[in-house]
């Protein structure tokens, strides 16, 4: 029989830069003690507003020194933290930021680095690369070239990778819950596989103690700052324009920034932000981070989330088991289609449900008199058939296989949608509860739709047409009122 699995998380490899494994519906807290805090953080984040202004005077005039920006916008103290701020009117297209490579933080950049040398054949994943670079020269304090940039940088996010135990206990039942406890995982095995054979191995470059929290803090500023264009490969920290906030407001689709040639011949490459709308001077600079993000990614990855449905979605997750007596045909069927054994499906808030989530469904619970579509005859045409009702046992199996899944998840979260709402209208909600509570009842709200398509298909079944009467239809053999016509010899 085929098994539906809502896993409480799935991620995805082409978003990601990590890929651990599915994790049950249940809260997970660390298991490891508790260890030391940020020993190497940078000093910038500092408790004191008269400490805070001098390092970004000091950040700004290391800008200047460095040819960065073209005086059209300029590091300020903001709302969100730091930003950047407009000196004069901008249109839209203007130019606001121009960061020279030699400031990036990026492969280039710890290849010409002791820590290049100390990682030997670069076989690093290039965040694990540029995450010991940032605290190689967190450790090197003002000896730094980077010292006023490192200054700067917040000791952690509002992103539930930095979130207490009792903090993610806000979480329980979500998928984000697991999405960050295999993050955290992945980010420990990371750690551990560094520790010994690069940190460890060179004491003259890490002379302190390098703890996992400081490794922590490392992914989470690139996962933080990084535009996600140049994820992967291409991974880049860019001070300066690294501090542009995100609005949900910009909704251009267009990329806000280039990679460009400059000065003489075009050698020396810039990184190039410009303005996607147009702004007034003293008001900050926003972009849009990514139209496509939930806000279970936008909370794992930046530490905020929005009031709009479009970031609402819950990925549901659907297998072929092995023990299905038609595992094998199923499992070619599915490949053939350009899926797999196990398939995620995001069903997003107010939309319709992915086009290849019913077919897959129906794919999955197909058995007894319907098994005859996985023969080989069938093999290039099923899936069309499948697209389409099969028969009333087939349909009524994927009501209530996906109904009775989205009711057992719905009971792992320790609040209802209306408890949620109620605490949403509160005021002075601290930021990272109204994370907790935004994305459990988004999440919540999606299960529930898929639980009532579900429910109102399964009254509808005696009024769909199935795969044995468009047959008959085809072969001519049913009447206009829907009868079966015979022939008599």
């Known amino acids: 029989m085929a098994t539906l699995l809502l896993h409480r998380h799935h991620l995805h490899p082409q978003r990601r830069p990590y890929s651990p494994g599915p994790l049950p519906p249940r809260l997970r807290l660390p298991s490891r003690p508790p260890r030391p805090r940020h020993r190497l953080l940078p000093r910038a984040a500092a408790s004191?507003?008269?400490?805070?202004?001098?390092?970004?005077?000091?950040?700004?005039?290391?800008?200047?020194?460095?040819?960065?920006?073209?005086?059209?916008?300029?590091?300020?103290?903001?709302?969100?933290?730091?930003?950047?701020?407009?000196?004069?009117?901008?249109?839209?297209?203007?130019?606001?930021?121009?960061?020279?490579?030699?400031?990036?933080?990026?492969?280039d950049a710890v290849?010409?680095?002791?820590?290049?040398?100390?990682?030997?054949?670069?076989?690093?994943?290039?965040?694990?690369?540029?995450?010991?670079?940032?605290?190689?020269?967190?450790?090197?304090?003002?000896?730094?070239?980077?010292?006023?940039?490192?200054?700067?940088?917040?000791?952690?996010?509002?992103?539930?990778?930095?979130?207490?135990?009792?903090?993610?206990?806000?979480?329980?039942?979500?998928?984000?819950?697991?999405?960050?406890?295999?993050?955290?995982?992945?980010?420990?095995?990371?750690?551990?596989?560094?520790?010994?054979?690069?940190?460890?191995?060179?004491?003259?470059?890490?002379?302190?103690?390098?703890?996992?929290?400081?490794?922590?803090?490392?992914?989470?500023?690139?996962?933080?700052?990084?535009?996600?264009?140049?994820?992967?490969?291409?991974?880049?920290?860019?001070?300066?324009?690294?501090?542009?906030?995100?609005?949900?407001?910009?909704?251009?689709?267009?990329?806000?920034?280039?990679?460009?040639?400059?000065?003489?011949?075009?050698?020396?490459?810039?990184?190039?932000?410009?303005?996607?709308?147009?702004?007034?001077?003293?008001?900050?600079?926003?972009?849009?981070?990514?139209?496509?993000?939930?806000?279970?990614?936008?909370?794992?990855?930046?530490?905020?989330?929005?009031?709009?449905?479009?970031?609402?979605?819950?990925?549901?997750?659907?297998?072929?088991?092995?023990?299905?007596?038609?595992?094998?045909?199923?499992?070619?069927?599915?490949?053939?289609?350009?899926?797999g054994e196990t398939a995620y499906f995001d069903v997003v808030l107010d939309e319709p449900l992915p086009p290849q989530m019913l077919p897959y469904l129906r794919l999955l619970c197909i058995g007894g008199t319907d098994a005859f579509l996985l023969e080989a005859l069938f093999r290039n045409s099923v899936w069309g058939h499948l697209e389409l009702p099969v028969s009333p046992d087939n349909e009524e199996s994927i009501c209530q296989v996906i109904q009775d899944a989205c009711k057992s998840a719905i009971a792992a979260y320790h609040t209802t949608i209306e408890e949620d709402e109620e605490l949403l209208q509160r005021e002075n909600l601290q930021s990272r509860l109204k994370i907790a509570i935004g994305v459990r009842v988004g999440e919540k709200k999606v299960l529930q739709q898929i639980d009532d398509i579900f429910k109102q298909r399964e009254e509808e079944l005696d009024g769909l047409e199935y795969y044995q009467e468009r047959r008959l239809k085809d072969l001519g053999l049913v009447g206009d009122n829907g009868e079966i016509i015979f022939w008599e010899s």
């Open 111 to 339: 290849a010409a680095s002791d820590i290049g040398r100390a990682c030997g054949g670069g076989d690093l994943r290039p965040w694990v690369a540029v995450a010991l670079l940032l605290l190689r020269e967190a450790a090197r304090g003002a000896d730094s070239p980077w010292a006023p940039y490192l200054a700067i940088l917040p000791r952690q996010t509002d992103s539930t990778i930095f979130w207490s135990d009792e903090e993610l206990l806000e979480i329980q039942g979500t998928q984000l819950l697991s999405t960050t406890m295999g993050v955290k995982d992945y980010v420990q095995s990371e750690f551990d596989s560094v520790e010994a054979d690069i940190i460890s191995a060179n004491k003259d470059l890490f002379p302190g103690t390098i703890t996992f929290d400081d490794f922590l803090w490392a992914f989470g500023i690139l996962r933080s700052r990084v535009f996600p264009e140049l994820r992967g490969d291409k991974l880049s920290l860019i001070p300066f324009a690294d501090l542009v906030n995100h609005s949900p407001d910009i909704t251009s689709e267009g990329s806000c920034w280039e990679i460009k040639g400059k000065g003489l011949f075009g050698r020396e490459l810039v990184f190039s932000l410009r303005a996607p709308v147009d702004v007034k001077s003293g008001e900050q600079i926003y972009i849009q981070y990514d139209l496509d993000k939930s806000n279970a990614e936008l909370a794992l990855d930046y530490g905020f989330i929005e009031s709009n449905p479009r970031r609402d979605s819950y990925t549901v997750t659907l297998e072929i088991s092995e023990s299905d007596p038609f595992y094998g045909d199923k499992l070619d069927i599915a490949e053939l289609n350009g899926l």
């Open 48 to 107: 004191s507003a008269t400490a805070a202004a001098s390092a970004l005077q000091d950040f700004r005039r290391w800008l200047s020194s460095h040819g960065a920006g073209e005086g059209k916008a300029f590091p300020a103290a903001v709302q969100e933290g730091l930003g950047l701020v407009a000196s004069r009117d901008l249109p839209r297209g203007e130019v606001v930021a121009e960061v020279p490579k030699k400031l990036w933080m990026d492969a």
